[in-house]
């Protein structure tokens, strides 16, 4: 019988959804119809350049890629994939001659191209595993499961160079790269088929085609037992949050920090490399898994013990040091900002007016979304009532933990002031959110709120005056009208600028008379999102970067063993890279790194933290549509760079953005560099100001009523502005 099968006839497609997507082009971005267009009229021209073939040949497991699991000798089906190297020719093509939209559209489209051979691939294992009376296993992938060695063995042991004329390279990457390899362990029962991407077991959490069915989790909490049942794409923690169980993740469910941990006792939980870094080969043995690394293919019984909140931190701006004493205080006020990644909240002292204390906590809604678009259509499709249970109990949790820790009783609190973006003050409020994501974009109410204790916060352990601050429209919310008040817009006689570096990249350029606002969908990564290695402002985050001679020096928050890379850390590795010359004016990080990253440093585990293409394309779409704005912002008040007399760069920076970096990879305008103050959170010191003023609800609203709003969707000179702004050391 034969070993050999080549697989003749296949075909491709493309998904225009899929591939949007992939390059997070969403009908909420400014240039969605210009893309989309430019989609239509590539496609079928990129397809038609395709060159599919495959093939499958079976063989057996050399020492050199055995695993613990699966040793020398273990039977299996080497699979080779490829479109061939046209379409990746377009996308050179195109970056190489300034085209940047088509190059990433090229790219995108061969991704998906690969992707839709792989139905055509699983018929194929059927028909031959049925010939040769075998069963399927698992599916195995490299980097994940085997060593990328696996790929040299396969395209030895296939023949591709001779058969197709595909390469590799020393470090065994198939070339064409949009180039498929896997393999399948077989077994002797010819009733199992586990041919199928295994999502469960791979790392890439954030892929656009993870698809998971549900499981049902036993969860075992002392003498209590409970059900729950896991969504689509889940990982344990989330569904555990989702059901209300604490889980302390201070790296954001990445298995870094070891603190979300579970003990499986009935169901499979495969033991990840995390894991092993985690617990101890008798920890293992006992069923101790990180649930955040756990994505259930059965049904589990799990038990665990609730961490203690003292266990969860997140860096804030203060150090302990300059927390001050607030015995003798005759009443207390407590200034909030919800930010869509992080709440952050002050306890201020009514006589005194000074900071007592500071309390930083993740927001739990990250779970249904790292941005405001995704929170909104979670609120749409039914989960309006969990997202508001969320932040609810965030604030009671903080404001809890804010008190005790200043030892100040929580019926000495009188008033409490909260800023954030119109989305998050919806969520809070219980309101509909389907008139947020949609022309006309109509939010239900962003005036200026008063409510109790009770009726915002559902809680009436407290007899505080709650009020939300007011916003200017569904996209420019409470939060930059908190920042404009706290660096007095209001009274400026000269022109300043804010800019919020956050998902929602809000900004507003004015003065007392005249104030312009926009907002641009600019994505997670200033705060680490979307970043491979991209973390929060936690210890042992690399924050500060120098490269010479294409050798890393860093430096990490509080000095810790690097653990992985902020925002501040991304934006320095990016403009170090193009200052070495090693990304190109288009944002193509050089051959020798491309496929595997530049290497950062490592984790004390061994683990290589590295900055890749990737992280650089999040990075220049983040910074184009800042910069697209500010630009946009600057014609249309009539104004140039240089006649702006103050920036405030506000955001996620607890650990300082280096101006001249953020200047380097065209972020902000060179003009900009010796009047850019970076600021920190501007809402939350809006939001202490406020308390501390007794004319703030008509300053906010002076403030209000001078601003108008800048719609950038629609606006040519932001398009042509985006356009430019992704290329790198040009102006």
Not at 350 to 359: A, E, Q, Y
Request: glycine share 10%; net charge negative; charged share 25%.
């Amino acid at each position: 019988m034969e070993q050999f099968y080549e697989l003749h006839g296949l075909k491709v497609s493309s998904d225009k959804k899929k591939v949007l997507d992939a390059i997070d082009c969403y009908p909420d971005n400014p240039v969605y119809d210009e893309i989309a267009e430019e989609y239509d009229e590539i496609f079928e021209e990129m397809l038609s350049v395709a060159e599919p073939v495959g093939i499958l040949g079976f063989g057996k497991l050399p020492k050199e890629i055995e695993t613990e699991e699966y040793r020398e000798g273990t039977p299996v089906i080497y699979t080779v994939t490829s479109i061939g190297g046209g379409i990746s020719q377009r996308s050179t093509q195109a970056f190489g001659e300034g085209d940047y939209v088509k190059g990433m559209l090229c790219d995108a489209i061969a991704d998906d191209a690969l992707f839709s051979m792989e139905d055509q691939l699983v018929e194929q294992l059927k028909l031959r595993c049925a010939e040769h009376h075998t069963g399927i296993l698992r599916r195995l992938e490299a980097p994940h499961d085997l060593p990328m060695e696996a790929q040299r063995v396969a395209w030895k042991y296939l023949e591709l160079q001779r058969r197709f004329g595909i390469g590799i390279s020393e470090g065994y990457m198939l070339d064409p790269v949009k180039t498929s390899c896997q393999v399948f362990v077989l077994t002797d029962d010819e009733e199992k088929f586990r041919a199928e991407h295994d999502c469960r077991r791979c790392k890439n959490v954030n892929c656009r085609f993870r698809n998971i069915p549900e499981a049902e989790i036993t969860v075992k909490e002392g003498a209590e037992t409970r059900r729950i049942r896991m969504n689509p794409g889940e990982s344990l923690m989330e569904g555990l949050i989702r059901e209300g169980y604490y889980i302390s993740a201070i790296c954001g469910g990445k298995g870094r920090c070891g603190k979300c941990r579970v003990q499986v006792l009935g169901g499979g939980a495969p033991i990840t490399a995390e894991d092993r870094k985690a617990f101890s080969e008798n920890e293992l043995a006992e069923g101790w898994r990180l649930s955040c690394m756990l994505y259930p293919k059965e049904d589990l019984e799990i038990s665990f013990a609730l961490d203690d909140e003292s266990q969860f931190e997140i860096l804030s701006d203060e150090t302990p040091e300059e927390q001050t004493n607030g015995s003798g205080e005759s009443a207390y006020e407590i200034a909030v900002d919800i930010g869509t990644t992080t709440i952050a909240m002050e306890l201020i002292g009514k006589d005194s007016g000074k900071n007592l204390h500071t309390v930083t906590l993740i927001n739990s809604q990250r779970l249904y979304g790292a941005d405001v678009i995704s929170r909104i259509q979670a609120s749409n499709d039914g989960k309006k009532e969990e997202l508001q249970k969320h932040i609810r109990a965030d604030l009671l949790c903080g404001i809890r933990k804010l008190t005790d820790e200043a030892q100040v009783p929580l019926s000495k609190v009188k008033r409490i002031a909260i800023a954030g973006n119109t989305t998050m003050g919806h969520l809070l409020m219980g309101y509909p959110c389907d008139t947020l994501g949609v022309y006309p974009f109509t939010p239900v109410n962003i005036d200026l709120i008063h409510g109790t204790f009770e009726q915002i916060l559902g809680s009436d352990e407290c007899a505080a005056e709650v009020i939300l601050l007011p916003g200017i429209s569904t996209y420019v919310g409470g939060d930059i009208v908190s920042g404009l008040y706290a660096y007095g817009f209001d009274n400026e006689e000269e022109v300043c600028l804010l800019v919020d570096l956050g998902t929602n990249g809000e900004m507003a350029i004015g003065k007392k008379d005249k104030i312009l606002v926009a907002s641009t969908a600019a994505g997670p990564a200033f705060e680490g999102g979307n970043i491979t290695w991209g973390t929060g402002s936690i210890a042992g985050a690399i924050c500060s970067v120098e490269i010479h001679e294409e050798k890393p020096t860093i430096k990490t928050i509080r000095n810790q063993p690097p653990v992985g890379i902020c925002g501040t850390g991304a934006i320095e590795t990016l403009s170090e890279l193009v200052r070495e010359e090693l990304v190109d004016s288009m944002g193509l990080l050089d051959e020798k790194y491309f496929s595997e990253g530049f290497l950062l440093g490592q984790t004390q585990a061994g683990e290589k933290i590295v900055f890749t293409q990737q992280d650089i394309r999040e990075l220049q779409l983040a910074k184009a549509a800042v910069r697209a704005g500010v630009e946009t912002l600057l014609v249309r008040y009539g104004i140039t760079a240089d006649q702006v007399s103050k920036v405030y760069l506000a955001g996620g920076f607890r650990y300082k953005l280096d101006r001249a970096k953020a200047a380097r990879i065209g972020m902000v305008p060179e003009e900009f560099l010796d009047r850019i103050h970076a600021v920190g959170n501007s809402s939350l010191a809006g939001a202490v100001k406020f308390l501390g003023q007794e004319n703030g609800e008509e300053v906010l609203q002076k403030i209000v009523e001078k601003s108008t709003e800048i719609g950038l969707s629609t606006d040519k000179n932001f398009n042509e502005f985006y356009m430019d702004a992704m290329l790198f050391g040009e102006e």
